[in-house]
């Protein structure tokens, strides 16, 4: 960020009228991408700029975002740069007047740490939405905003949400419009939809905060933290690996094994690959004591593959007709 830009915020004089505040947005929203929440903070900024030609009137709200706004493009980091082989982490919230979403990965000190931020004011329309739709929404645009990255991760990428209800949302018996809709664009992810409680999923103001998921000391620590890999909403599960396995890839249970050896032969990511491939592909990061006789018969079972080969059988003879005795 120009430090020479930085330092004219810090005296940037207080707008007296609607031309003025539009100039300040347009400058900050050219660092909207290092400011959490950019849309909400900004909202009674924004809502100064539609009164027409009404009564120019700047009040303690306007002056509380005009103020957050200096502070935060004042404090904003640089963001970490991601990678595309190491494993995202998706943080979403919303809330009356915005959504807003962290992108982070795991940096050398094992703790989150930003990639990019995402935030999105809220239309009439949109505010009309019920909580649960609401939260749905941010996950739809935080996929939408870095579907650069996320789309084609080499593994399954993980969004945290404190809206407990969107973990049954899969089991339901009948979506609405919407989320029939949604549902089609978030099968083009490999995603699991985690709960997280409120108290744990607390988003800092400064984009410097170290994103760490709490674990509770008391409860069971998820070998792998969902039992559904491919499926966009899925739910926990608990089972412990086998003493001796592989220290460095996550033990998948047996109810899990079918999605894990559906993701590594037949997504988008690996265009179902021989059995040699796919088992490579899915012992990057996962194992069970079975795992070369599962994938050897998955792959010779798959329809799509079947269907496909080439049939190394020797070409039939025409038929004659047989003597009658």
């Given amino acids: 960020m120009d430090s020479r830009k930085v330092e004219a915020v810090a005296d940037w004089p207080t707008p007296k009228s609607i031309k003025e505040v539009q100039r300040f947005l347009g400058f900050t929203n050219l660092y ?14 924004s809502a100064l700029t539609k009164g027409g030609n009404a009564r120019f009137l700047w009040g303690k709200e306007a002056e509380t975002a005009f103020q957050g706004l200096k502070q935060r493009i004042l404090s904003a980091p640089i963001l970490t740069l991601p990678t595309v082989d ?19 990965q795991r940096g050398e000190d094992k703790k989150l740490h930003p990639c990019a931020f995402f935030s999105h004011r809220l239309t009439p329309a949109e505010r009309n939405y019920d909580v649960g739709d609401r939260e749905l929404l ?12 996320l789309e084609g991760a080499s593994q ?15 089991q339901a018996k009948r979506l609405n419009s919407r989320q029939a ?10 995603f699991i939809l985690t709960y997280r409680p409120g108290s744990k999923n607390l988003k800092p103001d400064a984009l410097s905060r170290v994103y760490a998921p709490a674990v509770r000391e008391d409860t069971d620590m998820p070998v792998l933290p ?27 249970p047996k109810a899990a094994r079918s999605q894990v050896l559906l993701w590594g032969h037949s997504s988008r990511l690996t265009c179902h690959p021989g059995v040699g491939r796919t088992l490579e592909f899915i012992q990057r990061k996962f194992w069970w004591p079975t795992i070369k006789e599962d994938v050897d ?22 038929l004659h007709p047989l003597s009658i005795p």
């Fill in 32 to 45: 909207r991408k290092f400011i959490k929440n950019f849309s909400s903070v900004a909202a009674p900024l």
């Fill in 86 to 104: 190491e494993h995202f982490v998706v943080e979403v919230d919303a809330s009356e007047v915005g959504v807003g979403a962290v992108l982070s």
């Fill in 156 to 170: 399954p990428f993980q969004v945290l949400t404190d809206h407990k209800n969107l973990e049954f949302i899969q």
């Fill in 297 to 318: 018969t998955f792959v010779k079972a798959c329809p799509v593959c079947c269907q496909g080969k080439s049939s190394h059988l020797r070409p039939q003879g025409l």
């Fill in 226 to 252: 969902t039992a559904k890999i491919v499926a966009p909403i899925s739910w926990q599960v608990t089972e412990p690996g086998p003493i001796g396995g592989p220290a460095n890839r996550l033990f998948v």
């Fill in 181 to 190: 809709r949604w549902s089609l664009f978030f099968n083009r992810f490999q």
């Fill in 138 to 149: 941010a996950v739809k645009m935080a996929l939408e905003e870095w579907r650069h990255w």
